[in-house]
């Protein structure tokens, strides 16, 4: 009995060890050099929830000023389980941006993009579709491709909420994205498979960067489900369009090498995964930031007033050279509305825009970076005095005689730097710009109960409606 008792002693002894051992690792993560100042939080949760408090979208967040007065611009955290360096300082940001391409998504996140993903898989295949995406979405692409199919979404949608009284902002921008994807993308669809696509949609935009678990009933657990759905629908398609002959869309007609009697040069499979973590990361970020930028607009009557005479002016020209629809020059002369766009994506940065693995140790002001970590570059530069005076104000007047085309600057990077730039900046520009316009042709208001928050990403808790009056539409005579 004596014996039994001191082997049970002796084993839960040596798994308290062990476990003391786990946690003086976990505080104390293994360098070779000094790490940076911070702390890893609980064992797994590390500091996750601190971080993923929601807070004023138009602000950096707490827990980032914080850190920032206790442990100076470089510190390290643990987040989604993972070891995580954030910084601000701009130097180092570019320069890790610049030199570490693996991108710096926590393996909790990875699920949701599939492990094979040519995004993620090797440095060449990132090259290869980089080239791809730039062939459709660079500015050529657009002025020929998207512009038509974007005004007409716009305008129908607007038409549309117009009838009814009014709309949801980050909802309408996400049906258009998808709608104006998904047909670049597949060609036309059977208009049930459409549908269908859209729906699995609904179960994506909330709520998936989270630190959760892949039960039953759990939000993860509906989205992974509806990624199924979805990447089975899209095969269905492209495999039923290939054995009819059917025509596919530009951008199955680029990656199949189609274009200019090229070879194939992806495998449907990688098509699929492709096209898939293309629509995530155009949906979880360009109708957050327009639905946000409505209501920066609202809440400032002058710039409101200055996007109405812009607008009003081009739908006059237009009316008068009786023009039916949007050209990329009248989105080009929307100085106004650029400047506006470019403003709120300053101030809507409030989340890391440079995320990498570090792939090499790197060694910052007496600091070491360890190889492996994630490191998260914060454009905390866009809160600078020094940069942007008054820089919590929303004011696009800051913006003119600038270059409003420029996406990244050591000032400027709301889309991130380096090998990973965002490839849809000029898309999401292009598409923002011509929902402000088709917004103000009519008269309306932002409901006053509309708040943006950010918990990592943008969220409208009381929904981002906007009232739309239809008699006032502008005077369209020619048909414009
Ligand atoms: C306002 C809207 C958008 C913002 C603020 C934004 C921002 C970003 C940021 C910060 C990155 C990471 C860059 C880095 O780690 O250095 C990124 C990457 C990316 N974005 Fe965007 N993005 C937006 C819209 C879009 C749209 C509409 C698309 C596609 C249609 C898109 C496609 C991509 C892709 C494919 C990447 C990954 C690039 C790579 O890994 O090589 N983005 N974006």
Same mark, same amino acid.
């Given at each position: 009995?004596? /014996?039994?008792?001191?082997?049970?002693?002796?084993?839960?002894?040596?798994?308290?060890?062990?476990?003391?051992?786990?946690?003086?690792?976990?505080?104390?993560?293994?360098?070779?050099?000094?790490?940076?100042?911070?702390?890893?939080?609980?064992?797994? !949760?590390?500091?996750?929830? %601190?971080?993923?408090?929601?807070?004023?979208?138009?602000?950096?967040?707490?827990? &980032?000023?914080?850190?920032?007065?206790?442990?100076?611009?470089?510190?390290?955290?643990?987040?989604?389980?993972?070891?995580?360096?954030?910084?601000?300082?701009?130097?180092?940001?570019?320069?890790?941006?610049?030199?570490?391409?693996?991108?710096?998504?926590?393996?909790?996140?990875?699920?949701?993009?599939?492990?094979?993903?040519?995004?993620?898989?090797?440095?060449?295949?990132?090259?290869?579709?980089?080239?791809?995406?730039?062939?459709?979405?660079?500015?050529?692409?657009?002025?020929?491709?998207?512009?038509?199919?974007?005004?007409?979404?716009?305008?129908?949608?607007?038409?549309?909420?117009?009838?009814?009284?009014?709309?949801?902002?980050?909802?309408?921008?996400?049906?258009?994205?998808?709608?104006?994807?998904?047909?670049?993308?597949?060609?036309?669809?059977?208009? %049930?498979?459409?549908?269908?696509?859209?729906?699995?949609?609904?179960?994506?935009?909330?709520?998936?960067?989270?630190?959760?678990?892949?039960?039953?009933?759990?939000?993860?657990?509906?989205?992974?489900?509806?990624?199924?759905?979805?990447?089975?629908?899209?095969?269905?398609?492209?495999?039923?369009?290939?054995?009819?002959?059917?025509?596919?869309?530009?951008?199955?007609? !680029?990656?199949?090498?189609?274009?200019?009697?090229?070879?194939?040069?992806?495998?449907?499979?990688?098509?699929?995964?492709?096209?898939?973590?293309?629509?995530?990361?155009?949906?979880?970020?360009?109708?957050?930031?327009?639905?946000?930028?409505?209501?920066?607009?609202?809440?400032?009557?002058?710039?409101?007033? =200055?996007?109405?005479?812009?607008?009003?002016?081009?739908?006059?020209?237009?009316?008068?050279?009786? %023009?039916?629809?949007?050209?990329?020059?009248?989105?080009?002369?929307?100085?106004?509305?650029?400047?506006?766009?470019?403003?709120?994506?300053?101030?809507?940065?409030?989340?890391?825009?440079?995320?990498?693995?570090?792939?090499? $140790?790197?060694?910052?002001?007496?600091?070491?970076?360890?190889?492996?970590?994630?490191?998260?570059?914060?454009?905390?530069?866009?809160?600078?005095?020094?940069?942007? /005076?008054?820089?919590?104000?929303?004011?696009?007047?800051?913006?003119?005689?600038?270059?409003?085309?420029?996406? &990244?600057?050591?000032?400027?990077?709301?889309?991130?730097?380096?090998?990973?730039?965002?490839?849809?900046?000029?898309?999401?520009?292009?598409?923002?710009?011509?929902?402000?316009?088709?917004?103000?042709?009519?008269?309306?208001?932002?409901?006053? $109960?509309?708040?943006?928050?950010?918990?990592? !990403?943008?969220?409208?808790?009381?929904?981002?409606?906007?009232?739309?009056? =239809?008699?006032? %539409?502008?005077?369209?005579?020619?048909?414009?």
């Amino acid at each position: 009995m004596v /014996e039994v008792y001191e082997f049970w002693t002796i084993i839960v002894s040596l798994s308290v060890v062990k476990l003391c051992h786990w946690i003086y690792k976990w505080i104390n993560p293994n360098s070779n050099g000094k790490l940076p100042p911070g702390s890893m939080g609980f064992p797994i !949760i590390g500091e996750t929830f %601190e971080f993923m408090k929601p807070h004023d979208a138009f602000q950096l967040p707490t827990f &980032l000023t914080k850190k920032l007065l206790r442990h100076g611009p470089i510190f390290r955290t643990s987040l989604f389980g993972a070891k995580v360096i954030i910084s601000t300082d701009i130097g180092l940001n570019m320069e890790i941006a610049k030199t570490n391409h693996a991108p710096g998504t926590p393996k909790s996140l990875v699920r949701f993009f599939g492990e094979n993903n040519l995004f993620v898989r090797s440095k060449e295949s990132h090259k290869h579709v980089r080239n791809l995406t730039t062939q459709f979405l660079g500015s050529q692409g657009l002025r020929l491709r998207m512009i038509q199919d974007i005004d007409f979404l716009a305008r129908k949608h607007m038409e549309v909420g117009a009838k009814s009284g009014g709309l949801d902002t980050k909802e309408t921008t996400s049906k258009i994205l998808i709608e104006c994807l998904a047909k670049k993308v597949m060609g036309d669809m059977e208009p %049930e498979a459409a549908e269908e696509l859209t729906r699995c949609w609904t179960y994506f935009p909330r709520g998936w960067f989270r630190f959760s678990w892949n039960i039953p009933g759990t939000g993860v657990y509906r989205m992974l489900k509806a990624r199924k759905q979805m990447m089975n629908l899209i095969k269905e398609t492209v495999l039923k369009k290939r054995a009819s002959g059917e025509e596919f869309g530009e951008f199955f007609k !680029i990656i199949f090498g189609e274009t200019e009697g090229g070879a194939e040069t992806m495998s449907i499979e990688n098509a699929i995964e492709y096209i898939f973590t293309f629509f995530v990361i155009a949906n979880e970020t360009t109708p957050g930031v327009l639905a946000a930028t409505v209501k920066l607009i609202n809440d400032n009557p002058k710039v409101k007033q =200055e996007l109405q005479r812009e607008h009003a002016q081009i739908v006059r020209d237009k009316t008068e050279k009786k %023009e039916a629809d949007l050209t990329w020059e009248d989105y080009k002369s929307m100085t106004f509305t650029q400047m506006v766009i470019n403003e709120s994506l300053r101030i809507t940065s409030t989340v890391p825009t440079m995320l990498r693995i570090t792939e090499h $140790e790197i060694q910052v002001s007496g600091y070491t970076i360890p190889v492996g970590w994630i490191f998260m570059g914060f454009p905390s530069v866009h809160f600078n005095p020094e940069k942007y /005076e008054d820089p919590l104000a929303f004011n696009p007047w800051r913006w003119k005689g600038k270059d409003l085309s420029v996406i &990244l600057s050591r000032t400027y990077m709301p889309f991130g730097a380096g090998s990973r730039l965002c490839l849809g900046a000029e898309f999401a520009k292009l598409q923002m710009a011509i929902f402000i316009h088709h917004l103000c042709r009519y008269r309306w208001s932002m409901k006053t $109960e509309t708040t943006v928050l950010r918990r990592f !990403i943008l969220m409208f808790p009381r929904g981002s409606d906007v009232q739309i009056s =239809e008699d006032t %539409e502008m005077d369209n005579s020619a048909g414009y």
